[in-house]
T-cell receptor, first 117, second 112 residues
Framework: GAVVSQHPSWVICKSGTSVKIECRSL??????MFWYRQFPKQSLMLMAT?????????EQGVEKDKFLINHASLTLSTLTVTSAHPEDSSFYIC?????????????FGPGTRLTVL | GESVGLHLPTLSVQEGDNSIINCAYS??????FIWYKQESGKGPQFIID?????DKRQGQRVTVLLNKTVKHLSLQIAATQPGDSAVYFC???????????FGSGTRLSIRP
């Protein structure tokens, strides 16, 4: 149980285009989902926290108009990278916190590798 | 500000030996700590956690030690195996908050 999936697992796009990444909790409902970005040989950096039905909370330095987050249901959150540029190339990872497990538990997805040409 | 850091970026151990990965944190309000394993191209995988009311917790082949006085925690892996090769992250959290803060990571490599 407690599986989080991401789609796509990798994507290559041209500079200036937008890319949508989906994060799904497959066998549980998630009150909160988190989006992280990880550059090569670096740690995970939290980008934003999203709660179902409300606006996401972005970390300092993360442009909310560039990284659009939608959390329309208790099992799905999406991250859209708008007008992507090569510097947005990164590994994007989501995590989900189950409804019934309290605030400490997070299950991570497998990540999405974004390459912007 | 809040940060979690690791003492060593890389660690090489002989197969069968024990591995010890260290981590320091700066936020004294942190009361929940987690160790994750990340293999190349994959998301983090939960290994073990510990709350601040404990100083030691054991799992299968892994032990986490917490020293709140010096804000330090460690992950011990017994009888290290080739499958343990990965990057290990410590992370900390304040229970009243939702977000987890990750450390910089230690790459563990196993010598045959």
């Amino acid at each position: 149980g407690a599986v989080v999936s991401q789609h796509p697992s990798w994507v290559i796009c041209k500079s200036g285009t937008s890319v949508k990444i989906e994060c799904r909790s497959l066998d549980f409902q998630a009150t909160t989902m988190f989006w992280y970005r990880q550059f090569p040989k670096q740690s995970l950096m939290l980008m934003a926290t999203s709660n179902e039905g409300s606006k996401a909370t972005y970390e300092q330095g993360v442009e909310k108009d560039k990284f659009l987050i939608n959390h329309a249901s208790l099992t799905l959150s999406t991250l859209t990278v708008t007008s992507a540029h090569p510097e947005d190339s990164s590994f994007y990872i989501c995590s989900a916190s189950p409804l019934e497990s309290g605030r400490d538990t997070q299950y991570f997805g497998p990540g999405t590798r974004l390459t912007v040409l | 500000g809040e940060s979690v850091g690791l003492h060593l970026p890389t660690l090489s151990v002989q197969e069968g030996d024990n591995s010890i990965i260290n981590c320091a944190y700066s936020n004294s309000a942190s009361d929940y700590f987690i160790w994750y394993k990340q293999e190349s191209g994959k998301g983090p995988q939960f290994i073990i956690d510990i709350r601040s009311n404990m100083d030691k917790r054991q799992g299968q082949r892994v032990t986490v030690l917490l020293n709140k006085t010096v804000k330090h925690l460690s992950l011990q892996i017994a009888a290290t195996q080739p499958g343990d090769s990965a990057v290990y992250f410590c992370a900390s959290k304040v229970s009243s908050a939702s977000k987890i803060i990750f450390g910089s990571g230690t790459r563990l490599s196993i010598r045959p």
